[in-house]
């Protein structure tokens, strides 16, 4: 008999507002009321249906000596549905780990594609005659040791449509190593020169980080769910230039790390985005202001996957 009432609850129950009262068991159950009244009513009609069933269901089965184990699955139920259903939510330290390259948007001669036809090019990089234009190659990357770690924070989402649609902003670290196959080498100055070097390295890299603040759009399938919904988001970026350094390691030298500018754009506007299935997520970013100030046109971009993100 009972199985046929509760039967009977759960299929009739299914569209019962989770902060409705039954006129009967509820008014002797005031641990359930007083629970309820103590919430946000918002928060309370957030209670899946399914839980709402069960707990009034149980309630009604068996009476009133159940009662503190049904407010106890109660206050679980509001306290899984607040988990997904806030409106506010954030995530504190996640990590990002990638690689970055760059985009050549230099001029070059029009009958020599691997010479740059920029006067600024060879102020900031000057050659002699002897040593020949100054050429793409030289700045290549190694681009599997070229890594980008980005370290953020805080990241923060905001409903804005039945969690659905979402603003989602935060503020972090963006770390870039730029990893060069040749041996060149910034001078650090009032006036940054980048030379063709004598020297052999084992290791030659540009550092650079940015203080960045993103803001981007978010959109999520299945909110209620968020280990099986599919997200997107895309947006933009600003950051500024806080610390960048050259490392090289050379047999000759040994290890060398300078400190300095190095002719590097202050400010950072980037396209960023973000693409995932539940916890996992792949991110990536494309800068629209060129890495160095004058001279070199060259707009990096990263991408790699995002560890640590809950929201």
Do not use: C
């Amino acid at each position: 008999m009972k199985f046929a009432v509760y039967l009977f609850i759960l299929l009739a129950g299914i569209n019962l507002p989770s902060g409705a009262q039954d006129t009967g068991s509820n008014q002797e159950s005031p641990h359930i009321d007083t629970l309820v009244i103590k919430r946000d009513r918002e928060d309370a009609n957030r209670i899946w249906s399914m839980d709402t069933v069960r707990i009034f269901g149980l309630m009604f089965i068996s009476g009133r000596k159940n009662h503190r184990n049904f407010a106890q699955v109660l206050v679980d139920s509001v306290h899984r549905a607040n988990r997904y259903h806030r409106n506010v939510r954030t995530n504190f330290l996640v990590l990002d780990l990638g690689v970055n390259n760059y985009i050549d948007r230099t001029p070059y001669y029009p009958d020599n594609y691997a010479a740059y036809a920029s006067s600024p090019v060879y102020n900031l990089a000057p050659r002699t005659p002897a040593q020949g234009p100054v050429t793409a190659s030289e700045f290549r990357l190694v681009p599997q040791k070229s890594v980008n770690v980005n370290i953020w924070i805080f990241l923060q989402k905001v409903n804005l449509i039945h969690h659905v649609v979402n603003l989602q902003y935060g503020l972090g670290a963006e770390m870039n190593n730029f990893r060069y196959e040749n041996n060149i080498s910034y001078v650090p100055g009032y006036q940054t020169t980048i030379i063709r070097d004598s020297v052999g390295f084992r290791k030659n890299k540009l550092f650079t980080e940015y203080l960045t603040v993103p803001l981007m759009l978010n959109f999520e399938t299945n909110p209620f769910h968020h280990k099986r919904s599919f997200q997107i988001s895309f947006g933009v970026s600003g950051g500024y230039l806080f610390k960048s350094r050259t490392k090289q390691i050379s047999q000759e030298r040994g290890k060398v790390k300078d400190n300095d500018a190095f002719n590097l754009d202050t400010w950072r506007g980037s396209l960023i985005g973000e693409i995932g299935f539940g916890n996992i997520k792949f991110y990536g970013s494309y800068s629209l202001t060129p890495l160095h100030q004058n001279g070199l046109v060259q707009y990096p971009f990263s991408v790699g996957i995002r560890l640590l993100d809950g929201l």
